[in-house]
């Protein structure tokens, strides 16, 4: 997952963070990632770049950010079934943190249902608020 979120920005990131979630038949996977001591969403990575002198631009088209979320996906499918196969309880929720330059994963899993069981709450709303946790804490 961490290499093809890197792939994305083409080995230009800082930090990336990934957002995995299964809950009853939903996968859901998000990235977003700090380039520059920036903070940005995937469909935002320019602004990135937009405050330096560097010419570079990402391609954030919208194939490009599909064939990620796709890929992602299918390795959620795959952690999953790995976890079924190993009679291993599904991460209702798995939070990511790649230091590229470091090469160190840090992970957070949950167990527990998140937001199925809540009308008002949906994965997106727990993705923002990560964001916004990782953006505030600097």
Same mark, same amino acid.
């Given at each position: 997952m961490?290499?093809v979120?890197?792939?994305? $920005?083409?080995?230009r990131? =800082?930090?990336?963070?990934i957002y995995? @979630?299964? +809950?009853p038949?939903?996968? !859901?996977?998000d ?7 920036c903070?940005?969403?995937?469909h935002h990575?320019n602004?990135? $770049?937009?405050?330096?002198? =560097?010419?570079?631009?990402?391609d954030? @088209?919208? +194939?490009?950010?599909?064939? !990620?979320?796709?890929?992602?996906l ?7 079934a790995?976890?079924?196969?190993h ?8 939070k990511?943190?790649?230091?590229v330059?470091?090469?160190s994963?840090?992970a957070?899993?949950k167990?527990?249902?998140?937001y199925?069981e809540?009308e ?5 709303d ?12 600097g």
């Amino acid at each position: 997952m961490a290499a093809v979120c890197l792939e994305l $920005v083409e080995n230009r990131a =800082d930090d990336i963070y990934i957002y995995c @979630s299964y +809950e009853p038949e939903m996968y !859901v996977f998000d990235v977003f990632y700090r380039i520059n001591e920036c903070l940005v969403l995937k469909h935002h990575l320019n602004h990135a $770049v937009r405050e330096t002198k =560097d010419s570079f631009t990402y391609d954030t @088209s919208e +194939e490009r950010q599909e064939a !990620v979320l796709d890929i992602g996906l299918k390795d959620l499918e795959d952690i999953h079934a790995l976890c079924k196969e190993h009679g291993r309880d599904m991460p209702t929720e798995m939070k990511l943190h790649y230091h590229v330059k470091q090469n160190s994963l840090k992970a957070q899993y949950k167990y527990d249902l998140i937001y199925s069981e809540n009308e008002e709450l949906l994965p997106d709303d727990i993705f923002d608020a990560w964001f916004d946790e990782i953006k505030k804490s600097g």
